[in-house]
């Protein structure tokens, strides 16, 4: 029973990726409503009106909405407030403590034994503190100096503190635009143009000197075209505008494995979400998970159904379905279960440690207006950002591979990977393609990886496949190096499979893109050759320092860096950097791995069926060497 037990808790271990480290992540103040964002069946609550009554602008963008939504939302903080005011005359200040922010306010409290200030009675009041990061949305981490705010509203709780309701005078967002936002926009402006330019300054160096080595200049032009003119056309990109009156029907499909931690979450931003409810429902297919994820679908579920009430205002019994699978298939078939039992035109998937925008699925189906449009993916956003140096690498990583790279394909509509966070199928499509699909063989080996990739195959051989940034979903990475590190090797087996594929085809696309592609296919095969080559040949056989080589590199780590100062104004921008570096250093490394290893079936980080073999196989053989090892050590007791 014991070694049972040792047994569940190691297989619970190794499906979590040994996270020892606690995410840090911000925590939005829940509202009053567990679902306060669909509207009911009665059509008395809209997000045009959060308290319950008709909108008169029946025209209101939706971009407004929710940019006031976003200004709006509070996140429950611990900061120390210095508070500066006039009051009889008199400049006085005192400190407090801030329960709540949001872009527009600040909700401060002070202890019963403290003396009541009456901010609604003082005049030219500023506040003083400190945005700590993680405790708001990326970028709004800051040091705030005076900004002036009014009391709105005070408050005594019985035996409790005192309670001042604080409105900023200018958001937040103004205030670090005036304060500090202009700042980092300008010198990434200027560090932009330089990098650009020297980039091209040494690719014209190297048409120079072309004649005395071909290919390596060859390879470095190619190159650096082909990451300029992913941020030439990244910046082109524009989403697709919200048509209020376009609502197809949506089945959001959450595939679960051991996700106990966050299934909740992420099933309550599915449910939760600005559109039709009779036109949206989700499902949770459980993939014979070993740890209490189950339980805790059943109990989110039953939590749902009660909020319902009597009254049945938003339908969750027709609207909120689970399946458990009896064993363990993997991603791909616990997808499939999903696309079979929806009912509804489009499909959403979603990562079951991924939580959306209350808007997401919203703007996710816009573009498919398109009657050619076969599947879109949405923005990908990291909501541990702010837990370790590894979470703010990865951090500047997706911001830049889906507001630049993937924005870059989606404005030809050629976007080569549909991401698995967030992304949106035409049904029909997906049921086509669904045997081939959960039956794909690569080279005589069964392709239990790299679904999104796969799938996206299936449907951009024919049909246009694009990008929505207005369609946001917060993802949980990886927070320790192992489980980062398997991940990475997972992604570059499944691309490398992949991509090999849709070279058959990628030539029929839009000449920009197919040349694009092939371009990119190029430079990362290659890349580890190259590197061998600059940093260990060139030295050691015609000793020569790799200077120039060396400084292309730093110029691509720094355009990532400043291209995330510049749209995002974040204070993480540095890391770009580092996450360069470490590629360099490290991760370029596992291609060359990938490369003879890409018919490898075990995920990694998760206990698929190939998992579980695996770790059978390696029991095995470390039971026979035990085994092997006892019968020495009788044999040598007998001779003894």
């Given at each position: 029973?014991?070694?049972?037990?040792?047994?569940?808790?190691?297989?619970?271990?190794?499906?979590?990726?040994?996270?020892?480290?606690?995410?840090?992540?911000?925590?939005?103040?829940?509202d009053r409503r567990l679902l306060s964002y669909a509207p009911d069946s009665s059509g008395t609550r809209t997000n045009h009106d959060r308290r319950g009554q008709g909108s008169s602008e029946a025209d209101e963008s939706y971009v407004k909405l929710q940019q006031d939504d976003k200004n709006g939302q509070?996140?429950?903080?611990?900061?120390?407030?210095?508070?500066?005011?006039?009051?009889?005359?008199?400049?006085?200040?005192?400190?407090?403590?801030?329960?709540?922010?949001?872009?527009?306010?600040?909700?401060?409290?002070?202890?019963?034994?403290?003396?009541?200030?009456?901010?609604?009675?003082?005049?030219?009041?500023?506040?003083?503190?400190?945005?700590?990061?993680?405790?708001?949305?990326?970028?709004?981490?800051?040091?705030?100096?005076?900004?002036?705010?009014?009391?709105?509203?005070?408050?005594?709780?019985?035996?409790?503190?005192?309670?001042?309701?604080?409105?900023?005078?200018?958001?937040?967002?103004?205030?670090?635009?005036?304060?500090?936002?202009?700042?980092?926009?300008?010198?990434?402006?200027?560090?932009?143009?330089?990098?650009?330019?020297?980039?091209?300054?040494?690719?014209?160096?190297?048409?120079?000197?072309?004649?005395?080595?071909?290919?390596?200049?060859?390879?470095?032009?190619?190159?650096?075209?082909?990451?300029?003119?992913?941020?030439?056309?990244?910046?082109?990109?524009?989403?697709?505008?919200?048509?209020?009156?376009?609502?197809?029907?949506?089945?959001?499909?959450?595939?679960?494995?051991?996700?106990?931690?966050?299934?909740?979450?992420?099933?309550?931003?599915?449910?939760?979400?600005?559109?039709?409810?009779?036109?949206?429902?989700?499902?949770?297919?459980?993939?014979?998970?070993?740890?209490?994820?189950?339980?805790?679908?059943?109990?989110?579920?039953?939590?749902?159904?009660?909020?319902?009430g009597d009254r049945s205002m938003y339908h969750i019994e027709d609207r909120l379905h689970y399946f458990v699978q009896p064993v363990n298939k993997g991603k791909r078939e616990a997808m499939a279960v999903g696309a079979h039992m929806a009912k509804h035109e489009l499909l959403v998937f979603v990562d079951?440690?991924?939580?959306?925008?209350?808007?997401?699925?919203r703007n996710i189906v816009q573009p498919f207006k398109d009657k050619k449009m076969g599947g879109v993916s949405g923005r990908t956003d990291v909501a541990n950002t702010y837990t370790n140096a590894l979470t703010k690498m990865q951090a500047v990583r997706y911001y830049i591979a889906f507001r630049i790279?993937?924005?870059?394909?989606?404005?030809?509509?050629?976007?080569?990977?549909?991401?698995?966070?967030?992304?949106?199928?035409?049904?029909?499509?997906?049921?086509?393609?669904?045997?081939?699909?959960?039956?794909?063989?690569?080279?005589?080996?069964?392709?239990?990886?790299?679904?999104?990739?796969?799938?996206?195959?299936?449907?951009?051989?024919?049909?246009?496949?694009?990008?929505?940034?207005?369609?946001?979903?917060?993802?949980?990475?990886?927070?320790?190096?192992?489980?980062?590190?398997?991940?990475?090797?997972?992604?570059?087996?499944?691309?490398?499979?992949?991509?090999?594929?849709?070279?058959?085809?990628?030539?029929?696309?839009?000449?920009?893109?197919?040349?694009?592609?092939?371009?990119?296919?190029?430079?990362?095969?290659?890349?580890?050759?190259?590197?061998?080559?600059?940093?260990?040949?060139?030295?050691?056989?015609?000793?020569?320092?790799?200077?120039?080589?060396?400084?292309?590199?730093?110029?691509?780590?720094?355009?990532?860096?400043?291209?995330?100062?510049?749209?995002?104004?974040?204070?993480?921008?540095?890391?770009?950097?580092?996450?360069?570096?470490?590629?360099?250093?490290?991760?370029?490394?596992?291609?060359?791995?990938?490369?003879?290893?890409?018919?490898?079936?075990?995920?990694?980080?998760?206990?698929?069926?190939?998992?579980?073999?695996?770790?059978?196989?390696?029991?095995?053989?470390?039971?026979?060497?035990?085994?092997?090892?006892?019968?020495?050590?009788?044999?040598?007791?007998?001779?003894?």
């Amino acid at each position: 029973m014991a070694n049972e037990e040792k047994a569940q808790k190691a297989s619970k271990k190794n499906a979590s990726g040994m996270n020892r480290e606690e995410d840090i992540l911000f925590r939005p103040k829940p509202d009053r409503r567990l679902l306060s964002y669909a509207p009911d069946s009665s059509g008395t609550r809209t997000n045009h009106d959060r308290r319950g009554q008709g909108s008169s602008e029946a025209d209101e963008s939706y971009v407004k909405l929710q940019q006031d939504d976003k200004n709006g939302q509070r996140y429950l903080v611990d900061y120390e407030v210095i508070v500066t005011f006039l009051a009889g005359g008199k400049k006085q200040s005192c400190k407090m403590h801030g329960a709540d922010i949001s872009t527009t306010g600040i909700l401060l409290t002070l202890p019963p034994s403290a003396k009541d200030a009456h901010l609604q009675e003082a005049s030219d009041i500023r506040l003083t503190f400190e945005i700590t990061p993680g405790s708001m949305p990326e970028g709004y981490e800051m040091k705030v100096k005076k900004i002036p705010a009014k009391c709105v509203r005070e408050a005594v709780r019985e035996d409790g503190p005192h309670l001042y309701g604080m409105q900023f005078e200018s958001t937040l967002a103004e205030y670090s635009n005036t304060h500090r936002r202009n700042y980092m926009l300008a010198v990434a402006s200027f560090f932009l143009a330089v990098i650009v330019f020297v980039i091209v300054l040494m690719r014209a160096e190297s048409v120079i000197y072309f004649k005395f080595n071909r290919w390596l200049y060859l390879y470095s032009i190619i190159a650096a075209t082909f990451l300029l003119t992913r941020y030439l056309f990244g910046s082109f990109y524009r989403s697709t505008k919200i048509d209020p009156d376009y609502t197809p029907g949506v089945t959001v499909i959450i595939p679960c494995f051991n996700e106990e931690k966050w299934i909740q979450h992420t099933i309550l931003g599915c449910i939760n979400q600005d559109y039709p409810i009779d036109k949206l429902e989700v499902i949770v297919v459980d993939d014979c998970s070993n740890d209490h994820s189950v339980e805790k679908i059943q109990e989110m579920v039953e939590k749902l159904r009660q909020s319902d009430g009597d009254r049945s205002m938003y339908h969750i019994e027709d609207r909120l379905h689970y399946f458990v699978q009896p064993v363990n298939k993997g991603k791909r078939e616990a997808m499939a279960v999903g696309a079979h039992m929806a009912k509804h035109e489009l499909l959403v998937f979603v990562d079951s440690d991924s939580f959306l925008d209350p808007y997401a699925v919203r703007n996710i189906v816009q573009p498919f207006k398109d009657k050619k449009m076969g599947g879109v993916s949405g923005r990908t956003d990291v909501a541990n950002t702010y837990t370790n140096a590894l979470t703010k690498m990865q951090a500047v990583r997706y911001y830049i591979a889906f507001r630049i790279m993937k924005a870059a394909e989606g404005y030809f509509d050629a976007v080569t990977c549909l991401s698995g966070p967030l992304s949106c199928y035409r049904k029909d499509l997906v049921l086509k393609y669904c045997d081939d699909w959960l039956n794909q063989k690569f080279l005589g080996q069964r392709a239990t990886f790299g679904d999104d990739r796969s799938m996206t195959n299936f449907i951009l051989r024919h049909h246009r496949t694009t990008y929505q940034d207005t369609a946001v979903c917060m993802t949980i990475v990886p927070n320790n190096y192992k489980m980062f590190l398997r991940q990475q090797m997972r992604w570059k087996r499944s691309w490398l499979r992949e991509s090999i594929i849709a070279a058959r085809y990628m030539w029929k696309k839009e000449p920009f893109m197919s040349l694009n592609f092939y371009m990119g296919l190029l430079v990362s095969i290659a890349a580890p050759i190259i590197v061998l080559y600059n940093l260990i040949y060139i030295p050691i056989m015609h000793r020569v320092f790799p200077l120039a080589f060396l400084v292309g590199m730093l110029m691509m780590a720094l355009l990532m860096s400043m291209a995330q100062l510049f749209l995002r104004r974040s204070t993480t921008w540095i890391f770009g950097v580092w996450f360069c570096l470490y590629y360099e250093a490290v991760l370029l490394w596992q291609m060359p791995v990938a490369w003879f290893t890409f018919w490898k079936s075990t995920w990694g980080t998760r206990l698929t069926p190939a998992d579980l073999a695996e770790l059978a196989k390696k029991k095995k053989k470390k039971e026979q060497k035990k085994e092997q090892k006892e019968e020495k050590e009788e044999k040598k007791g007998d001779r003894t």
